[in-house]
């Protein structure tokens, strides 16, 4: 709570005088009246303060007296005073505002002179704008310019679109009422924003459709397989036939399977030892012409070549003998 002034003798008397001067200059006014000072309905509440601490005092020092009664009377007065000064200022700028907002272009008789907020109180200039600001509401509520201007004119005058985010002048004035003390004007401003376009398709449809087999679904025949054919397979892959299953299973005990194994294993014996025996045909006779330390291997073991020696050698390592000049071909 704010701390209270209080007022001396004569500063309040000079308040009091002030206050019922500036009231019989409002009577009969419809416009405001400009007041004897900027602060001037805190002073009157200055005075009220002060006339209320001198009751007060009376009260405790005399006591309920003919003094007492007459400053009761006088803080009656007074207060009456300031509401009936305050009624008649308010309807006045009420009046002034609604006459400047809602006054028809063109006309003569309706051009009012602008209020100089510097001879009126600054609560008055908050009161001017919030009514003012009511009236612009008013206005495009019922569509006022339609109104007055016809609705053929309605495109071609109406007001125009700011960009959305547009900031007025009076954003940029500290006291209350702007520039011009009336408030800012009403500006419309554009809706750039689209609806969103509704999808037809909805995305748990799709994820469904996505997540779901086409063999269930029905969107996709199931293939049937074709047989393959035995001997198509034989004609393009030797081992198909080896890797293709067969179509019954041979029932064979232990003692057959076992008899073919062996049986198996006795060939490739006899194949091997018949492909390790010399044919006489293919010995060559070579004779030694020059030795060598180190034996050389052959089908039948190591031998040592000497010079000289006449020896029968398999086909393969007497043609390499010879041709690398350790021995020469000795022919019966």
């Keep these: 709570m704010a701390e209270r002034t209080?007022?001396?003798?004569?500063?309040?008397?000079?308040?009091?005088?002030?206050?019922?001067?500036t009231l019989r200059q409002q009577a009969g006014r419809s416009v405001p009246m400009p007041l004897p000072r900027s602060d001037f309905w805190t002073k009157v509440g200055q005075l009220l303060d002060t006339i209320e601490m001198e009751i007060h005092e009376v009260y405790k020092t005399v006591g309920p007296s003919l003094k007492m009664q007459?400053?009761?009377?006088?803080?009656?007065?007074?207060?009456?005073?300031?509401?009936?000064?305050?009624?008649?200022?308010?309807?006045a700028m009420l009046q002034h505002s609604a006459s400047m907002t809602l006054r028809t272009e063109g006309l003569q008789g309706q051009d009012l002179a602008a209020m100089d907020w510097s001879r009126h109180d600054p609560a008055e200039r908050e009161f001017y704008a919030n009514a003012t600001e009511q009236l612009n509401k008013f206005k495009q509520s019922v569509n006022w310019n339609a109104m007055q201007r016809g609705v053929a004119a309605e495109g071609g005058l109406g007001e125009p679109k700011m960009a959305a985010g547009t900031t007025q002048l009076d954003s940029f004035v500290p006291e209350s009422g702007g520039l011009t003390g009336q408030g800012p004007p009403t500006i419309a401003l554009e809706d750039d924003s689209e609806p969103l376009p509704e999808s037809e398709t909805d995305e748990e449809d799709l994820l469904a459709k996505a997540e779901e087999f086409p063999e269930l679904a029905g969107a996709q025949p199931v293939s049937e397989e074709t047989p393959v054919n035995d001997a198509e397979v034989g004609e393009n892959h030797a081992a198909a036939m080896e890797l293709a299953p067969s179509k019954k299973k041979e029932d064979m005990d232990f003692d057959a399977w076992?008899?073919?194994?062996?049986?198996?294993?006795?060939?490739?014996?006899?194949v091997e030892e018949e492909d390790l025996e010399p044919v006489q045909g293919?010995?060559?006779?070579?004779?030694?012409?020059?030795?060598?330390?180190?034996?050389?291997?052959?089908?039948?073991?190591?031998?040592?070549?000497?010079?000289?020696?006449?020896?029968?050698?398999?086909?393969?390592?007497?043609?390499?003998?010879?041709?690398?000049?350790?021995?020469?071909?000795?022919?019966?």
Excluded: C, H, W
């Excluded at 209080?6 to 001067?21: D, H, V």
């Design 6 to 21: 209080f007022l001396n003798p004569s500063q309040a008397k000079e308040i009091e005088e002030q206050l019922f001067s």
């Design 70 to 91: 007459t400053m009761q009377k006088r803080q009656a007065n007074i207060r009456r005073t300031a509401s009936e000064l305050a009624r008649k200022r308010m309807v």
């Design 258 to 270: 076992a008899a073919a194994d062996a049986e198996s294993e006795t060939q490739v014996e006899v």
């Design 282 to 332: 293919e010995l060559l006779r070579i004779r030694v012409v020059q030795s060598m330390d180190e034996p050389i291997i052959t089908i039948d073991g190591e031998i040592t070549l000497g010079a000289g020696d006449v020896l029968f050698l398999d086909e393969m390592t007497a043609n390499y003998l010879v041709d690398s000049g350790v021995a020469e071909l000795a022919t019966l």
